[in-house]
């Protein structure tokens, strides 16, 4: 069963430490599928809404009556969908090779970190003091830019860019 999961989910994983090679296997050998880019948005969305609903007071400036689930993940979805689109129609004005749905799904995959870190992020919070708040704060901030670099690369290799310009 172990084994199985591990293969369903083996290039999101291989992919977070080695992003080059993951991306490119997922664009141009055609390893990635839109099965487990969409598995991983609902991972996401899971995860998103287990940190703003079970975070300690301590970190979470949410005032708990307020907080909707629905509303969480309708935001999730239309940021997800509005760079996505935004993505592709500045790309295919600067002849990116990327399609939308490749651009979905390298993102999607990006979301990896996020989603195996921000729950124990938020378990952990419980448990700290005010004084070691700083902790939690230093894992979500880590994984936002690990998301973000993840997000940049395979965004290159999506739409066959380089950093640098000819």
């Given at each position: 069963m172990l084994k199985r999961i591990f293969r369903f989910y083996s290039l999101p994983l291989y992919l977070i430490f080695r992003p080059?090679?993951?991306?490119?296997?997922?664009?141009?050998?055609?390893?990635?599928?839109l099965?487990?880019?969409?598995?991983?948005?609902?991972?996401?969305?899971?995860?998103?809404v287990f940190v703003n609903q079970y975070s300690s007071l301590l970190v979470n400036q949410r005032h708990p009556l307020s907080l909707n689930s629905l509303s969480d993940i309708l935001t999730l979805a239309g940021a997800l969908i509005l760079f996505c689109t935004a993505n592709w129609a500045v790309t295919s004005l600067t002849d990116g090779e990327g399609k939308f749905k490749e651009i979905f799904m390298a993102i999607c995959y990006a979301m990896t970190p996020l989603i195996l870190l921000?729950?124990?992020?938020?378990i952990l919070s419980n448990a700290f003091t005010m004084q070691e708040t700083g902790f939690y704060f230093m894992i979500i901030n880590f994984t936002i830019g690990w998301f973000v670099l993840l997000v940049f690369i395979g965004l290159l290799i999506v739409h066959n860019y380089t950093v640098t310009t000819p």
């Open positions: 080059i090679s993951g991306f490119y296997a997922m664009k141009f050998e055609k390893q990635g599928t099965r487990i880019a969409i598995f991983n948005f609902i991972m996401m969305c899971i995860s998103f921000l729950i124990p992020a938020a």
